[in-house]
């Protein structure tokens, strides 16, 4: 749709007419320089004016009305579009070992299926953050870096599959490489002047595993302080069915370490959450958005286009057969 900026500049439009009526006119006899031609001169130009043809009078009335077209600064705008905003940077650290294979969550679902539905879903409300994602079994590998293109991620997280990263589960390995993410993609000059002084309000790691350390480098509670001393936040989640009995007495299912992962929550300030099915997970996700809740979910931009150079250009057209003509009958008249 067409858009005025500045509307209240047509009241200019009649200005012209108003001076020609208003303002007295110059009496030829009322300067005091002598100059024997100026009473040429001046019938002349009187005459010229008395037989200035109604074409040319049309011409500077559309050289006027576009000049004051141009200035109220007409737009075309858009469609509104969603606008990111810099909100919290949020990380999600997805185990894909081979254990999330298992299917022991809903019904012929695994592991890794039911995260990624629940976790799809909320990437997609984390609206005005910035969300990246990490890959972890043997070794961690990043799949997506921080981004405000949510679809992009939750593409990412829907194409993952068990085993890409090994069988393993490196937890610490998948908090240093978030550290390292976090240190080398630092908050932009805005994000840094609108957030608060508490750093870790804005930056969240969110670490999903079905098991316990089993291998990489770094012991996750080593991985936690330095965690606590970056100022990340890690919220940590175990998910599986509960431990369960064979008919010899060995735990199935029992691989989780939760005690370790409420002490990486706890050195954080983060929490730890059990999830044994896909409705707890899904709660789960529910609650760590009302603590970490997302930033600017209605915040929208109408791209713009200027169009006063269309105007402005066509009376600048139209001037130079003006100024022609007029220089032309000057001419003729000396």
């Given at each position: 749709m067409i858009h005025f900026a500045w509307p209240w500049?047509?009241?200019?439009l009649p200005l012209p007419w108003l001076a020609m009526r208003m303002l007295p006119p110059i009496r030829p006899d009322g300067g005091?320089?002598?100059?024997?031609?100026?009473?040429?001169?001046?019938d002349g130009a009187a005459s010229s004016a008395m037989a200035q043809p109604r074409w040319r009078s049309l011409l500077f009335i559309a050289m006027w009305s576009l000049l004051v077209i141009a200035a109220t600064r007409p737009q075309w705008l858009g469609e509104p579009v969603p606008q990111p905003t810099t909100g919290r940077r949020v990380l999600l650290a997805v185990d894909v070992s081979g254990s999330m294979a298992t299917e022991d969550m809903d019904g012929d679902k695994t592991r890794l299926q039911i995260v990624q539905e629940v976790a799809g879903a909320f990437i997609r409300e984390r609206n005005g953050d910035q969300v990246g994602l990490i890959l972890f079994g043997s070794r961690p590998y990043l799949q997506a870096p921080l981004t405000s293109d949510l679809e992009t991620v939750q593409?990412?997280?829907?194409?993952?599959?068990?085993?890409?990263?090994?069988?393993?589960?490196?937890?610490?390995?998948?908090?240093?490489l978030a550290l390292k993410r976090l240190r080398d993609d630092p908050p932009d000059r805005e994000s840094q002047k609108n957030a608060p002084r508490d750093s870790s309000k804005k930056t969240v790691l969110i670490l999903l595993t079905d098991g316990q350390n089993d291998a990489g480098a770094m012991p996750p509670l080593?991985?936690?302080?330095?965690?606590?001393?970056?100022?990340?936040?890690?919220?940590?989640?175990?998910v599986g069915g509960m431990p369960r009995t064979d008919f010899f007495g060995n735990t199935l299912g029992g691989g989780l370490d939760e005690d370790t992962l409420q002490k990486i929550a706890q050195a954080t300030g983060g929490a730890y959450f059990r999830a044994t099915n896909a409705l707890k997970l899904e709660q789960v996700y529910k609650r760590i958005d009302q603590l970490e809740p997302a930033a600017g979910?209605?915040?929208?931009?109408?791209?713009?286009?200027?169009?006063?150079c269309w105007p402005l250009g066509l009376a600048l057209l139209l001037s130079v057969p003006a100024s022609l003509v007029r220089g032309r009958q000057w001419s003729l008249e000396r």
């Open positions: 500049l047509a009241l200019a005091a320089l002598f100059l024997p031609f100026a009473v040429d001169v001046a593409h990412f997280l829907a194409e993952a599959v068990v085993g890409i990263a090994g069988t393993q589960t490196a937890i610490g390995d998948a908090i240093g080593q991985a936690a302080k330095l965690a606590q001393e970056a100022g990340l936040r890690v919220y940590t989640i175990g979910r209605d915040q929208w931009y109408r791209p713009r286009r200027e169009w006063f």
